[in-house]
């Protein structure tokens, strides 16, 4: 299982929602307003910028699927589109059921 993070403008996210809803088996996510600010170069002045945070726990053969759905909804061209970053998920739980791994996020 992996976790994706996708750091994504706000006025793209709509669009990043319906790519995942149109899938086959949309993933389940969670998103959360976030601020901040990235490399920024040095004569330029680091200032704050608002971004959805979108995270979703997938299968290991999902992970290109949801990445490529991310990018394709959310990408303008544009400096600033966000980042998508992934990591390993080594144990899940659904608390409820006492269901492990796998069956926790299908």
Do not use: C
Request: glycine share 8%; charged share 35%; net charge negative.
């Amino acid at each position: 299982m992996k976790e994706i993070k996708a750091f994504i403008r706000t006025n793209m996210i709509d669009y990043v929602i319906d790519g995942l809803e149109a899938l086959p088996e949309p993933p389940g996510i969670t998103l959360s307003d976030v601020r901040g600010w990235g490399h920024v170069k040095a004569e330029d002045k680091a200032r704050l910028t608002n971004r959805i945070k979108l995270e979703t726990v997938v299968p290991d053969e999902r992970v290109a699927e949801i990445i490529d759905t991310i990018i394709q909804k959310g990408k303008t061209g544009n400096s600033g589109d966000g980042k998508i970053f992934i990591s390993e998920v080594d144990k899940a739980i659904r608390i409820r059921t006492g269901e492990i791994d796998d069956e926790v996020i299908r």
